[in-house]
């Protein structure tokens, strides 16, 4: 399967706790991009990375966030002190910059609940 | 105001039928435009990206009209399997980052 890939796929945690998930992208996309979706809500953006570089941040994106791509490839997601508000399916998009309509390809997700 | 905004529905269809769908964005400079399907508690696939020309892909037709700032979504003989959430989705030129922007999705049930 060469689409993109998230792990874990599904997360319990207790509040407070921290999380991480990882994204792997489509191997040749230079952008990765992090998006969470609640029940009945279409998907919002978070940040996204060109490369190893973190170009972008959403007001959605707590202290508690953080995120990083430290090789270009793949990234992570780390959720601190986590609250029952943070429950919700974290998505992992990529994208090729050279394609002038950015077309993004989404992983299955990571579904966190947080009790 | 919601920056892309959708009809929720349900829109419940026989098989067979055409069924429509609608989206207004709020942003007049925006760039590009797609429709994602999104079947329950899986991602969001890309279905079609939406030109400024229209375009036509199988049974499904996407148009966008710039000046009323609308963007369409046509389903001709549909099919047990078309049933989903449909997303329509904006990228704000506005936005350096080409981060999309989602509608709450139109929710579609295709009945026998």
């Known amino acids: 399967d060469t689409g993109v890939s998230q792990d874990p796929r599904h997360k319990i945690t207790k509040r407070g706790q921290n999380v991480t998930f990882r994204c792997d992208p489509i191997?040749?996309?230079?952008?990765l991009y992090w998006y969470r979706q609640t029940l009945g809500q279409g998907p919002e953006f978070l940040t996204y990375f060109q490369n190893e570089a973190q170009l972008e941040k959403s007001r959605l994106l707590s202290d508690r966030f953080s995120a990083e791509r430290p090789k270009g490839s793949f990234s992570t997601l780390e959720i601190q002190r986590t609250e029952q508000g943070d429950s919700a399916m974290y998505l992992c998009?990529?994208?090729?910059?050279?394609?002038?309509?950015?077309?993004?390809?989404f992983g299955p997700g990571t579904r966190l609940t947080v009790l | 105001r919601k920056e892309v905004e959708q009809d929720p529905g349900p829109f419940n269809v026989p098989e067979g039928a055409t069924v429509a769908f609608n989206c207004t964005y709020s942003?007049?400079?925006?760039?590009?435009f797609f429709w994602y399907r999104q079947d329950c508690r899986k991602e969001p696939k890309l279905l079609m990206s939406v030109y400024s020309s229209g375009n036509e892909d199988g049974r499904f037709t996407a148009q966008l009209n710039r000046a009323s700032q609308y963007i369409s979504l046509l389903i001709r003989d549909s099919k047990l399997s078309d049933s989903a959430t449909y997303l329509c989705?904006?990228?704000?030129?506005?936005?350096?980052?080409?981060?999309?922007?989602f509608g709450g999705g139109t929710r579609l049930m295709v009945k026998p």
């Open positions: 989705v904006v990228n704000p030129i506005s936005n350096a980052g080409n981060m999309l922007t």
């Open positions: 998009a990529s994208s090729l910059v050279y394609n002038a309509y950015n077309e993004q390809f």
């Open positions: 942003n007049s400079a925006s760039q590009s």
């Open positions: 191997s040749e996309h230079n952008r």
